[in-house]
Every structure is written in C-alpha cells, then in structure tokens.
C-alpha cells in the first residue's frame, strides 16, 4: 500500500500563504510525476499543478503567479507553496502521484481562504 502523507492546510485569509507538503516513498519519488489536485464543493476534482521526475512543472491558469510547485529529492517531499491566496481556492487539496498506468492518491487536506 502506497502511502502519500500531505500537511499543511489550514484557514487563512484573502492574500495569504500557505504551504503544503506531500511526503511519498522513496520508489516512488524518484520516478513517478507528484501532483496537486484540488476539490471545492459541488465540482470536480481538478488539477492545480504538477512536477516531474526530472523537474518540469505544468500550473493551471488561474494559479500561475501565485502558486508553486517544488520538490526536495532528499526528503521525498513534494511542496506546493500558495501566496495571494483568494476565496475561490477553497477546497480539499489531494497528492497525487502517477507514472504509465499507477495512480495514487494522498487522503486529502482542507484549505479554506476566508476573512
């Protein structure tokens, strides 16, 4: 059983930062692309950015500029640091890790944007 573990949510205010970590097995760190999903209610599951074995990065539009993917090797952690946090960031967010046809998840960590 693979195991992802995230921390790092939490409640924070409009044009805040938060920074999340995703924790994974060496095996899989090193070769499978680690990712962050993210749900808000009432809508699917969508893809926040990701970060490849080799380093290349991929961001969806609306976080480009305030959030950023990074990873450190030694660790086997993946971070997803998150300034000018708005209210429509509201969700669960979910590690993912996937390579070929393996897909894992992490259980998920709430981060609600709220004044």
């Known amino acids: 059983q693979v195991q992802l573990v995230e921390s790092g949510g939490g409640l924070v205010q409009p044009g805040g930062s938060l920074r999340l970590s995703c924790a994974a097995p060496?095996?899989?760190?090193?070769?499978?692309?680690m990712g962050w999903y993210r749900q808000a209610p009432g809508k699917q599951r969508e893809l926040v950015a990701h970060?490849?074995?080799?380093?290349?990065?991929y961001y969806e539009d609306s976080v480009k500029g305030r959030i950023t993917i990074s990873k450190d090797n030694a660790k086997n952690t993946v971070y997803l640091q998150m300034n000018s946090l708005k209210p429509e960031d509201t969700a669960v967010y979910y590690c993912?890790?996937?390579?070929?046809?393996?897909?894992?998840w992490g259980q998920g960590t709430q981060v609600t944007v709220s004044s």
């Open positions: 993912n890790a996937r390579w070929r046809g393996d897909v894992y």
């Open positions: 970060i490849t074995s080799g380093g290349s990065t």
């Open positions: 060496g095996s899989i760190f090193r070769l499978y692309t």
